[in-house]
């Protein structure tokens, strides 16, 4: 009789587990497999507020693939040897616990490495990623920090309401078509409520977020095999 119990407890709580485990979902809700959709900053959190869907074409969600696709909206790589800010961790609940981002990027105002220079001393848009793909949540998804920053001079600081607008920022350059590298994508963005709580409870530097998540589904349409 015990041992039936056991196994009923067993067959109870096994398959939430592997329901986790579904391939080909958009993303797992953090919250669910005990992470949290703020990541681990120095002062409190700060929010993923844009999510890549793991539905988009896998050569979008791989760290190559990821660069190429923030270059055609407009992000480069970091100042080389001019990084910014310490890395932030994040726990995507997906088993893996608090892991690092995977890279940090900035808006780039021209074309080069230089643009990225001089983008980290006017200020602008800045953005983290964390990809959840631990054992327990295995979504592909691309997690994305993004915040509107002061310039260099003031430390990088987030401006007031630096997050919704970071996000907007964003994703109103990335929606339609844009390429880059010779490869171009079709993206669609929706707004996901429920996700994220709004208000700044725990934020870094205290700044209020909306509780708005943005999911983009980031479709490759074609390559012109031209460079990558
Ligand atoms: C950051 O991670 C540590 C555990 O390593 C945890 O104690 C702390 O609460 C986290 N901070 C935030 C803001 O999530
Ligand atoms: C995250 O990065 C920090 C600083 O580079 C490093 O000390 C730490 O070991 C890294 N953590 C993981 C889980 O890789
Ligand atoms: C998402 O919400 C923001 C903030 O309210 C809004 O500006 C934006 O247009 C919305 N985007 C979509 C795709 O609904």
Redesign the pocket.
Known sequence: MYSIALALAGLFFRPAATALQKRAADFFDPALGGGSIFDNATFGGEPMNVIISGLSSPDVLTDDGVLNFVRAIGFSTECLGLHLG??Q?ANLGDGD????QTIGLREDFGSSALGTCLESAIGGNHLRVFRQNGPQADSGALFLAVSKEQPASKHHDIVPDGYNVGRDDLVSRAVGTKGFGGIFYDIQARNITGLMPAGSDGINHGIGVDGIVTLLTVTIQSTDGASS
Request: aromatic residues 0%; charged residues 0%.
């Open positions: 310490n890395p961790s616990g608090l892991v690092n």
